[in-house]
């Protein structure tokens, strides 16, 4: 049974920073490539980060790019993001998500169950 349990999210002020976890299990983790998406309140869901199924390559949406970093380790078959200088606009439930392919899309072969994550101005 394949599993994704995002942890982390929260309240934050404009400024702050925060770090989600992803811990998956039921699938073999080193083979996927990782994802980050977020959907806020009346938006479609967007990407937000990817990292390859070894670490070496990673993306980011503008918006967040230097703002953002994803990384994982394979031996606790769990990714991270680490967000700071967050935004009210970055306010979203964030989704840890995996698939075969790296790309930008979101087609994802699995999906957790999302996290809220909540700025204030």
């Known amino acids: 049974q394949v599993q994704l349990v995002e942890s982390g999210g929260g309240l934050v002020q404009a400024g702050g920073s925060l770090r989600l976890s992803c811990a998956a299990s039921?699938?073999?983790?080193?083979?996927?490539?990782m994802g980050w998406v977020r959907q806020a309140p009346g938006k479609k869901r967007e990407f937000v980060a990817i990292i390859s199924w070894r670490g070496v390559r990673a993306d980011y949406v503008d918006s967040v790019k230097g703002r953002f970093t994803i990384s994982r380790d394979n031996n606790r078959k769990t990714v991270y993001l680490q967000m700071n200088s967050l935004k009210p606009e970055d306010t979203a439930v964030y989704y840890c998500a995996a698939k075969i392919m790296y790309d930008g899309s979101l087609e994802y072969d699995y999906w957790g169950q999302g996290t809220q994550v909540t700025v204030s101005s």
């Open positions: 039921g699938f073999t983790f080193g083979r996927y490539a």
